[in-house]
């Protein structure tokens, strides 16, 4: 059988391991199950096909071994005799549904169609079939992956079946690395720069493929090419993000207020260390990112510092996340018994911490071997929502799990150069708006607060969009008085309203 013989006589000593530890999944579960109580969803795509091709394998060798066969694999040219279910859309790739048929030919599989919602066609294939698990091409980083494991149980409200994930653990470095040394047939899409592929309106090319060439349209080099897995979705088209007012800031006005919040994206930060908390270390790194935050438009709704704990931290991240568009962690990250910030972002969030392969990989350049073995705390992440945010001048990607970034800095100037980086990837990204930055000007006066309230309370309401604020940097030194907004002549005008309120010898200017 020409998979187990390329496998058998590779040298990738990674790649046998994760076919080895796929092809053992496979012959569990026809162990478990009939061949009449298994199915296989295949869509056409790169994972998949590795998977069809495994399940060929893992049948011949599961029948090799039911008949005790001796000597060499021969090249027994079974029929694959596993149900296989395909759900034909109007919004497939037409290069898909060719290459799927084709497959189905070439390799005599028992093809069922179904053109139905997935969640409607399972219905219906089990209420008529004596199906009890389904394999599936699921990699941890897909959307579909959070929380499941070799074998799943279906979720609630679906229809009952074991979910078996042979290649749970595979990057995507491993499926090409199999499907290359296998020289099997895959869909050409792959060969024209896709490299993960939804629908025809959700799919593109991936950009960091493309070969510029001045004579014609793009070019793009093959999937396999990809030099970081880590991007692999990144042809595919995100939801526009939500558009953000210009010109308006989070005002503490009384007037429409809380409609002009909804125009500012808002962000949450939350520092963990119970040295903060004890006052050992102080916590310059808060102070900055709010400064960092504020320069592009963000407001800051809040600022909070817990404990070294897991409870501690996944507490503070599910209240913020829903309250603010983006909630960014710092502290806590590293190998020691208090560093706590990931086990406490998947709890958040719903999942389990679990090894990542390629994250490891980054790691083995910054600590050495030191950074190996199924213990290596470091490469556990939260398990199928983490993104790693990739740049040249990383040795570690930062971290994005849903709306949460975590960054590993412990200094100011590591922060300065992880939140130099967030930016360009914002800058070519979706992964942070970029707004109008927030601008300020300030003033003092030596007018006690008494005196002082009541111009102030009116200005509130004449400028409702901007952010008034009073205080002392000493108790008995002078008043300091802040404007900030996002409109230049706005704050302009409320200079001009305050200096009209108190008499000129008592307000000044500050630069």
């Given at each position: 059988m020409e998979v187990v013989r390329?496998?058998?006589?590779?040298?990738?000593?990674?790649?046998?391991?994760?076919?080895?530890?796929?092809?053992?999944?496979?012959?569990?579960a026809l162990a478990l199950y009939a061949i009449e109580e298994v199915a296989f969803s295949f869509n056409g795509?790169?994972?998949?096909?590795?998977?069809?091709?495994?399940?060929?394998?893992?049948?011949?060798?599961?029948?090799?071994d039911e008949k005790s066969h001796d000597g060499d694999l021969a090249d027994q040219r079974l029929t694959f005799p596993i149900r296989t279910i395909y759900f034909e859309s109007p919004c497939a790739f037409p290069e898909i549904n060719s290459f799927t048929y084709d497959t189905a030919n070439h390799y005599n599989m028992q093809l069922d169609i179904i053109r139905q919602d997935f969640k409607s066609g399972l219905e219906g294939l089990l209420k008529n079939n004596p199906i009890r698990a389904i394999f599936l091409g699921v990699r941890i980083g897909d959307p579909t992956a959070v929380g499941q494991e070799q074998f799943s149980p279906s979720s609630?409200?679906?229809?009952?079946?074991?979910?078996?994930?042979?290649?749970?653990?595979?990057?995507?470095?491993?499926?090409?690395?199999?499907?290359?040394?296998?020289?099997?047939?895959?869909?050409?899409?792959?060969?024209?720069g896709y490299t993960s592929i939804g629908s025809i309106y959700d799919t593109v090319p991936n950009a960091l493929l493309c070969i510029s060439n001045p004579s014609c349209k793009d070019e793009y080099r093959p999937a396999y090419l990809l030099s970081d897995g880590r991007l692999e979705?990144?042809?595919?088209?995100?939801?526009?993000?939500?558009q953000v007012c210009k010109n308006i800031s989070p005002g503490n006005g009384i007037h429409g207020v809380e409609s002009q919040q909804n125009c500012v994206p808002t962000a949450s930060l939350i520092g963990v260390g119970d040295e903060i908390l004890f006052g050992t270390v102080e916590d310059f790194l808060g102070r900055a990112l709010c400064k960092k935050l504020h320069?592009?438009?963000?407001?800051?709704?809040?600022?909070?510092?817990?404990?070294?704990?897991?409870?501690?931290?996944?507490?503070?991240?599910?209240?913020?996340?829903?309250?603010?568009?983006?909630?960014?962690?710092y502290g806590g990250v590293g190998p020691l018994h208090s560093d706590v910030t990931l086990a406490g972002v998947a709890k958040a969030l719903g999942v389990h911490l679990a090894p990542d392969e390629e994250f490891e990989e980054y790691l083995r350049h910054t600590v050495g071997h030191h950074c190996t073995g199924d213990r290596n705390e470091m490469a556990q992440l939260p398990e199928g929502i983490t993104e790693l945010l990739h740049h040249e001048n990383l040795s570690v990607p930062l971290m994005k799990c849903q709306n949460v970034i975590i960054f590993t800095a412990t200094n100011l100037s590591e922060l300065d150069q992880e939140w130099n980086c967030l930016l360009e990837l914002a800058r070519s990204t979706e992964l942070l708006k970029l707004a109008e930055p927030f601008i300020s000007k300030y003033f003092t006066t030596t007018l006690a607060e008494i005196e002082a309230a009541e111009p102030l309370s009116a200005l509130r309401i004449d400028f409702p969009d901007l952010y008034i604020g009073c205080y002392r940097r000493s108790r008995g030194g002078p008043l300091v008085i802040t404007f900030t907004g996002k409109d230049q002549a706005r704050i302009q005008s409320a200079a001009e309203a305050l200096k009209k309120k108190f008499e000129p010898e008592v307000v000044s200017e500050i630069n």
């Open positions: 390329a496998i058998r006589d590779c040298d990738d000593r990674r790649l046998k391991t994760k076919y080895n530890n796929a092809v053992y999944v496979i012959q569990r795509g790169k994972d998949s096909t590795v998977l069809f091709h495994l399940l060929r394998a893992g049948y011949f060798l599961h029948k090799k609630p409200g679906w229809p009952p079946f074991m979910r078996v994930n042979p290649i749970l653990d595979w990057s995507y470095r491993d499926v090409w690395a199999f499907l290359l040394k296998c020289k099997v047939p895959y869909c050409c899409l792959y060969d024209k979705r990144a042809g595919r088209v995100k939801k526009p993000a939500r320069s592009i438009g963000w407001s800051v709704t809040q600022f909070d510092v817990v404990r070294s704990d897991i409870d501690a931290v996944a507490e503070g991240v599910e209240l913020q996340k829903s309250k603010s568009d983006m909630v960014f962690l």
